[in-house]
């Protein structure tokens, strides 16, 4: 089939996200879970929640942990989008980021590490094995939230 340019535009589709993601906020703490394979559209919408919680605890210092263990991966279009916001972290009173995820995976290794190593650049990084470990070194830190 022969279409013209004009006729290819008119006939595409915006895709929708693909990935889901989990945002939370209790205290100073910002739990964040990433789900599945993460196209553009999924990161534009999770930024732009994640810029709503960020401004609410504004004043704040502020503690993020992000918990990437069912995280499948990502376009390489993604990065700059994430590195990209992380001045707006900063603005906003983000000083510690804790990631939960299996350091040795390939997933991470492949999709993860790069912005762990960025982060570490900006933030004070550390890693949990899991919710409960994270959340225990979050109070440690001085935060407060997500009490059990």
């Not at 889901?20 to 599945?36: H, M, P, S, T, W």
């Not at 279009?77 to 804790?98: C, Q």
């Not at 990084?125 to 059990?148: M, P």
Request: glycine share 6%; net charge negative.
């Amino acid at each position: 089939m022969n279409m013209t340019i004009k006729e290819f535009k008119r006939g595409m589709v915006k895709l929708s996200e693909h990935g889901r993601f989990q945002l939370k906020a209790d205290g100073n703490i910002i739990y964040c879970r990433f789900v599945e394979s993460w196209n553009q559209e999924a990161s534009v919408v999770c930024l732009a929640e994640l810029a709503k919680c960020l401004q609410q605890l504004k004043g704040e210092s502020i503690m993020m942990i992000v918990d990437s263990t069912d995280f499948e991966g990502g376009i390489e279009e993604n990065y700059p989008l994430w590195r990209a916001s992380l001045p707006l972290w900063l603005e906003n009173g983000m000083t510690h980021f804790i990631r939960i995820d299996d350091l040795e995976s390939t997933y991470y290794k492949m999709f993860v590490k790069r912005m762990d190593e960025t982060l570490q650049t900006i933030f004070e990084l550390s890693f949990a094995k899991d919710f409960n470990d994270a959340i225990k070194q979050a109070h440690s830190y001085g935060f407060s939230g997500f009490e059990t």
